[in-house]
């Protein structure tokens, strides 16, 4: 593929036409499932769905879907302390993801609200690790800095579009390698999404293209990344 792509980490839309990573529920599908063509996904159980009884239900399937190569990750997957089951069931349930993407040799896609401190130390109990990606980062720069430390990749959404964003200064920072783009499910397209980022990062969007087509490239579609 030739560089630069739009490229969008992280949504919930199929139909838009730039290179992304659409996200499938695990809990909306069943066997009958087939995976629309000319696209990357990601699979996982989302948060608010945790729970061991759809874990089981979802891991024939799981193995089914993940011998199709437009399975880019696994994910979303994460801890959510605001909504779903109880912690330990969502940490549990994340701990089953993060297995499944050292077996299958995947990036994993973070949702994480309020529980960075579990993630992080989640993190630290996996030797051989993928890369780790909190899709939709909206928080404090203290915990940017600390995220990029322990190795995650951040993905910005619509969030940064907002004039009194207070991520705007987290992403202007942003190390070049530690970060992704993402519309998640705003309908704001990804190009809008760009052009603010290449605002707050003072670049062209040529340039910001380039950077993260660079991160997605090392991220999801070469082997024998680290
Ligand atoms: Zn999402």
Avoid at 35 to 56: C, F, Q, V
Wanted: with cysteine; glycine share 4%.
């Amino acid at each position: 593929m030739n560089s630069p792509h739009f490229f969008n980490c992280h949504t919930h839309f199929r139909d838009n036409s730039e290179i992304a990573i659409v996200n499938i529920n695990i809990a909306d599908i069943d066997g009958s499932f087939v995976l629309p063509d000319h696209r990357y996904y990601s699979i996982g159980l989302h948060p608010w769905n945790a729970s061991t009884e759809l874990w089981e239900k979802a891991e024939p399937l799981f193995d089914r879907i993940l011998q199709n190569k437009s399975i880019k990750a696994i994910g979303e997957t994460g801890i959510d302390k605001l909504r779903g089951n109880s912690v330990h069931e969502q940490q549990k349930i994340f701990v089953l993801h993060a297995e499944l993407a050292e077996q299958y040799d995947k990036p994993l896609i973070i949702h994480c609200v309020r529980a960075y401190n579990e993630i992080i130390e989640l993190k630290k109990s996996f030797k051989q690790q993928r890369p780790w990606i909190i899709h939709g980062f909206n928080t404090k720069s203290t915990i940017a800095d600390k995220l990029w430390k322990h190795g995650f990749i951040l993905s910005f959404g619509a969030s940064i579009c907002k004039p009194d964003s207070h991520v705007k200064e987290i992403l202007k920072n942003a190390p070049n390698n530690g970060f992704f783009l993402e519309n998640d499910d705003s309908t704001m397209p990804i190009t809008d999404i760009y052009e603010c980022a290449a605002t707050i990062r003072q670049s062209s969007v040529d340039d910001l293209k380039n950077i993260v087509w660079d991160n997605a490239h090392n991220v999801f579609f070469e082997k024998g990344r680290s």
